[in-house]
């Protein structure tokens, strides 16, 4: 069965510092992968996406992820920290079923910044 | 209104009460879904509609009903829920990949549900 796997509950990282949130995935196809962050009493918007291709993606707000398919990854990375990232990033991969499209969501990783 | 829109923000029903959630989406997708976000847990999905058609229940309790009037609404009618039922549900759409997998699904703010 397909599952995500986000091994860091809570990071706390000081301003300005780089950051990586970990995430591994079950899956026995091609894997469709996604990063969503969540702030505070909001819904989850969209960071970043692979389908195919480059295995190094770019997302918004200067994130990005690289899919590893020997190691079965698929981490988020950021050179240089800001208070604003301080939220909660969910690792997600699509299992479609026929017309339908799942997906399969990790537990999440809380994002702490300290100025 | 752009994306995806959910009222009310935040419901507290007592467990008699029945009350619905709606959700819209302004962005022309086929498919929507209700999720189920509690503290400490992966987002659980419930129900997926897809061109108005439940396509998904994922062993969802009776308590909890939805429905799709068309392709840009949602409902979930709530009815003698528990109070282990509190939490935040979120509404998601997407236009679905003909022959593959979803395009990303767009989130609304979320329902924050409180049972008494």
């Known amino acids: 069965a397909q599952s995500v796997t986000q091994p860091d509950i809570h990071i706390t990282v000081s301003e300005g510092a780089s950051l990586e949130l970990r995430c591994n995935y079950s899956?026995?196809?091609?894997?469709?992968l996604f990063w969503y962050v969540q702030s505070p009493g909001q819904g989850l918007q969209l960071l970043l996406k692979y389908f195919s291709g480059d295995t190094l993606v770019q997302g918004i707000k200067g994130f990005e992820a690289e899919f590893k398919r020997s190691q079965s990854s698929f981490n988020l990375r950021k050179p240089s920290v800001h208070w604003s990232d301080a939220a909660e990033y969910f690792c997600a991969v699509g299992a479609p079923t026929g017309n339908t499209d799942k997906l399969i969501f990790g537990t999440g990783t809380r994002l702490q910044v300290f100025p | 209104e752009t994306g995806v829109t959910q009222t009310p923000r935040h419901l507290v029903m007592g467990m008699t009460n029945k009350k619905s959630l709606k959700c819209e989406q302004h962005?022309?997708?086929?498919?929507m879904y209700w999720y189920k976000q509690s503290a400490k847990k992966p987002l659980e999905l419930m129900f997926v509609?897809?061109?108005?058609?439940?396509?998904e229940n994922n062993s969802v309790p009776s308590r909890f009903s939805p429905e799709c009037p068309n392709s840009s609404h949602l409902f979930l009618h709530l009815h003698t829920l528990q109070p282990e039922d509190s939490a935040l549900y979120l509404c998601?759409?997407?236009?679905?990949?003909?022959?593959?997998?979803?395009?990303?699904?767009?989130f609304g703010p979320g329902t924050r549900l409180t049972v008494l």
């Open positions: 962005l022309g997708h086929n498919a």
């Open positions: 509609y897809n061109f108005k058609e439940q396509t």
């Open positions: 998601a759409s997407s236009h679905p990949l003909a022959g593959g997998p979803g395009g990303e699904q767009f």
């Open positions: 899956y026995g196809a091609t894997p469709y």
